[in-house]
């Protein structure tokens, strides 16, 4: 993998460097490797504590140099122990002339005990006044009798924060290093791992593992861990890291029970994201109160990281009755650079788990009443007919706009339209079809609230300003003209809010010329030539999504992308091209007006000549006789006729959309 350094060799002293320049309030030893507190915030006469470490698992060790902490870090190469010297020249920096001596917190780890233990030794030599404890809190291995011990994670941290506030209320040496032994036995660590880290200068990680695998009981210098296992999601993990933690048969384990107090850890490996890291967070809180155990405090954060391993590690702290006090030494306060800074209330530190406040009167609350114009039964059938239309048209090309999306956007254009489409669907028999106001309202909320992101917003916008013009405006206009004015209305806002333009490669290169060509075609002649007029848009979305191939993107993620990844058209204007292409032909097959065939009259055989005679001459003489009744009648008869035709005009009138 490529990794942002300069060079492997020489990675950790910039790294120090880069770190102190970011905080004015410490300092750096030249070529030791050594951070210290600056000289005005050091008081020489409390005990100053020294941590350290092999490098690589920052922020400990510098991050942890500040009032109420460590006085003094020294850092090795990367996961190797710092020499005796530099740590002997931390030693001389924060005891000369400190009476009050000097704590060396270690992890416990072989390199680092010998190394620190020398120094120490050489330091006593030259007069110092210098104590160690080496700090193991592993709770995977399985004996305390072996040689090596119970390894150094996060805990580690406990005892640096309590400890250094003990410092600074000015406790003595000998008592600062029999609590720090105290609390190692109150203090238990866990770890688990999806992927092992990368050395600086390296191309692949330590380990690798399968999916739904992970290395369980792991330390921090990239090794495996104790045993692989496998798991479904995170809840399992947090299970089986604490069947670990509290396993009865291991000498190690934390014994917790229904009446503990204790305070949690949860640190970030290095590479698992924040969001992962806050569900781990969840999930472990839950476990331990599950057991009736109380989380009274919990730090979280990147703590005692290995690189960039992708894992979390918990370290618990049980306090019991007798060391109540711990908890107020760990709400001392810090200016320690990565000690987590948490958000407390206003009367206490103590964490809980908080009830939810209730949205009621915050939310958003959907009132869709039917109002402004209606739709006529026919109308009504043509958009719900067109709506389904589209959703189905969005559904069979998912894997085209996701294509079309890839290499400019994140490649998922397709499916978030389908979430879309299936948001509507949900809803299609709640939808109220009579009025278009209602209609739009209730496409931009199901869209607003079922699809994130940008997407979803402008959809919203589009539907939610179409709506408003409805409500707002005259309607005394012909059907077509109401929907292509509240079209451009979307249009408008979505310009707005969005900040694109037409020619900036986006949906609006098919949204703005169908508007554009619909509203110049006009709306006077009939059902059909409107609906021909409104094909005619429908070409024109068509031909401008597949011009936006050529057009350089100026808003959205595609702005950001080189214009090398521009090879094919816009995700989100062929997405437009192709619902609207589908709703109009569903719509074009309701509302098409057919010519009625013309009646053919049946064919009689001619009558005879004598009775054609007598007929004429029966009508001759009764048409005397009759024209007074029948120009009586004439005027009955044109009146039905006019009735007929204004009843004709009427029905005409209901087919279309209002």
Same mark, same amino acid.
């Given at each position: ?16 460097? %880069?770190?102190?320049?970011?905080? !004015? ?21 409390? =005990? ?10 920052? *922020? ?21 122990? !710092? !020499? ?108 688990? /791992?999806?992927? %092992? ?6 191309? +692949? ?180 007919? %067109? ?20 290499? =400019? ?28 106001? +209602? ?12 699809? *994130?992101?940008?997407? %979803? ?39 707005? #809010?969005?900040?694109?333009? *037409? ?44 011009? +936006? ?11 950001? =992308? /080189? ?20 709703? #109009? ?12 065939? *013309?009646?053919?009259?049946? +064919?009689?055989? !001619? ?52």
């Amino acid at each position: 993998m490529t990794q942002l350094i300069n060079n492997p060799n020489y990675v950790v002293d910039e790294s120090l460097n %880069g770190f102190v320049m970011s905080n !004015p309030g410490l300092r750096l030893v030249e070529r030791q490797r050594i951070v210290l507190l600056e000289t005005e915030q050091f008081q020489r006469d409390k =005990v100053a504590i020294i941590v350290g470490g092999g490098a690589g698992h920052e *922020p400990f060790g510098p991050g942890f140099v500040g009032r109420g902490m460590a006085a003094a870090s020294v850092l090795g190469g990367v996961f190797s122990s !710092p !020499p005796a010297g530099p740590i002997l020249a931390a030693i001389r920096a924060v005891g000369r002339d400190n009476p009050a001596g000097v704590l060396l917190l270690p992890l416990n780890y072989t390199g680092d005990r010998l190394h620190f233990g020398l120094a120490s030794e050489r330091a006593k030599l030259e007069g110092f006044k210098v104590k160690m404890v080496p700090v193991g809190d592993d709770s995977a291995v399985k004996t305390k009798d072996s040689a090596a011990g119970r390894r150094g994670l996060s805990g580690t941290l406990f005892v640096t924060k309590i400890c250094g506030a003990l410092a600074e209320q000015g406790s003595e040496l000998g008592k600062i290093k029999s609590e720090a032994k105290h609390i190692q036995e109150h203090l238990g660590s866990v770890g688990i /791992s999806v992927q %092992g880290c990368t050395l600086p200068g390296h191309s +692949t990680s330590l380990f690798h593992l399968n999916h739904g695998e992970a290395e369980l009981g792991l330390g921090i210098h990239g090794e495996a861990g104790v045993r692989k296992v496998q798991f479904n999601n995170a809840e399992e993990a947090v299970g089986q890291m604490f069947n670990i933690l509290m396993d009865a048969e291991s000498p190690t384990r934390l014994h917790l029970d229904g009446d503990s107090d204790v305070a949690l850890i949860v640190n970030n490996l290095g590479g698992t994201s924040i969001m992962e890291q806050n569900v781990m967070i969840g999930e472990a809180i839950k476990h331990l109160e599950a057991f009736g155990v109380r989380v009274r405090r919990c730090y979280a954060g990147h703590l005692m990281t290995s690189l960039n391993m992708a894992g979390i590690q918990f370290s618990v702290l049980k306090i019991p009755g007798d060391k109540q006090y711990w908890f107020d030494l760990l709400d001392e306060p810090t200016n320690a650079q990565a000690w987590p800074k948490c958000v407390y209330t206003s009367s206490s530190f103590e964490r809980f788990t908080p009830s939810y406040i209730s949205d009621e009167g915050l939310r958003w609350t959907a009132h869709f009443e039917g109002k402004g114009p209606q739709l006529s039964e026919r109308g009504q059938i043509a958009a719900r007919e %067109g709506l389904s239309a589209a959703l189905l048209a969005l559904r069979h090309n998912e894997e085209l706009l996701n294509t079309l999306d890839t290499g =400019v956007g994140d490649g998922d254009c397709g499916t978030t339209l389908v979430n879309a489409a299936n948001a509507i669907e949900e809803l299609i028999g709640e939808l109220n079809f009579e009025y278009p106001y +209602t209609l739009l309202l209730q496409l931009g909320h199901a869209v607003e609230s079922r699809v *994130p992101g940008t997407t %979803g917003g402008l959809y919203a916008i589009f539907f939610t300003a179409a709506a408003e013009w409805f409500d707002t405006s005259e309607t005394d206009v012909n059907w077509a003209k109401c929907w292509a004015l509240a079209w451009k209305e979307g249009i408008k806002e979505i310009i707005d #809010y969005g900040g694109a333009k *037409p020619g900036d490669r986006t949906m609006l290169d098919a949204l703005c010329p169908a508007s554009h060509r619909f509203l110049d075609e006009g709306f006077d002649g009939n059902t059909n030539q409107i609906l021909e007029s409104l094909g005619k848009a429908i070409a024109a979305a068509e031909a401008g999504a597949q011009e +936006t191939t050529n057009m350089i993107a100026r808003a959205g993620r595609a702005s950001y =992308v /080189s214009q090398e990844g521009y090879a094919q058209p816009d995700a989100g204007a062929i997405a437009v091209s192709l619902w609207l292409r589908a709703m #109009y032909e569903a719509i074009r097959t309701v509302l098409w007006e057919h010519e009625p065939e *013309p009646v053919t009259e049946p +064919t009689q055989e !001619p009558e005879p000549l004598e009775e054609k005679q007598e007929t004429a001459e029966s009508d001759t003489s009764s048409s005397s006789s009759s024209s007074s009744s029948s120009s009586s009648e004439s005027g009955d008869d044109g009146e039905k006729m006019e009735k007929k035709k204004k009843k004709k005009k009427k029905k005409k009138k209901l087919f279309g959309i209002f």
